[in-house]
């Protein structure tokens, strides 16, 4: 149980188009899902907390307009990288938490985005 | 916000020896430490938490250990093995976000 997914696995995209990944829950309702990036050999940034229904919160630093997070659904989140630069290569991972109080998150397999 | 610091970054432990990793944390509202454990490649794992009213948790060759009025706390594995070799993160929950170290990169040698 507990799986979260991640769609793509890998884009590759040209500079200044648009890309949307997806976090999905798929055995259980997440009412609160997060989206993370990681640099090769670095940690984990929170970028954003999104809870269903409701605005995600964002970090400080992540421009809100540039990553549109929306989650319409208790197991789906979507993050939306607007008008890509070569500089939001990365690793976007999502995590998935099940429930007020339930402290465990479930990590996604993450998406490699690569913008030429 | 929180500020979680992590050490050492890397570590080369001969095989059977034991492993410390310490992380410490600036928000004295956060109440949920859990550590992970990556692969290359792969999503993090969840291997050991624990909360804020609890000093100590073991869990076979894994331990953690918290601090409260320090605030730090940190991960033991005793008795390594190679297939531990990995990068191990600390993580700190202050209200609902969730906020890692740094990383450590963890070498059994075999």
């Known amino acids: 149980g507990a799986v979260v997914s991640q769609h793509p696995s890998w884009v590759i995209c040209k500079s200044g188009t648009s890309v949307k990944i997806e976090c999905r829950s798929l055995?259980?309702?997440?009412?609160?899902m997060f989206w993370y990036r990681q640099f090769p050999k670095q940690s984990l940034m929170l970028m954003a907390t999104s809870n269903e229904g409701s605005k995600a919160t964002y970090e400080q630093g992540v421009e809100k307009d540039k990553f549109l997070i929306n989650h319409a659904s208790l197991t789906l989140s979507t993050l939306t990288v607007t008008s890509a630069h070569p500089e939001d290569s990365s690793f976007y991972i999502c995590s998935a938490q099940a429930g007020a109080g339930n402290n465990e998150q479930f990590f996604g397999p993450g998406t490699r985005l690569t913008v030429l | 916000g929180e500020n979680v610091e992590q050490h050492p970054s890397t570590l080369s432990v001969q095989e059977g020896d034991s492993a410390v990793i310490k992380c410490t944390y600036s928000d004295s509202a956060s109440n949920y430490f859990p550590w992970y454990k990556q692969e290359l490649g792969k999503r993090p794992q969840l291997i050991i938490d624990?909360?804020?009213?609890?000093g100590e948790k073991k869990d076979q060759r894994i331990a953690v250990t918290l601090n409260k009025t320090a605030k730090h706390f940190s991960l033991h594995i005793t008795e390594t093995q190679p297939e531990d070799s990995a990068v191990y993160f600390c993580?700190?929950?202050?209200?609902?976000?969730?906020?890692f170290g740094t990383g450590t990169s963890l070498t059994v040698i075999p």
């Open positions: 624990i909360r804020s009213n609890v």
């Open positions: 055995d259980f309702q997440a009412t609160t």
């Open positions: 993580a700190a929950r202050a209200g609902n976000q969730f906020y």
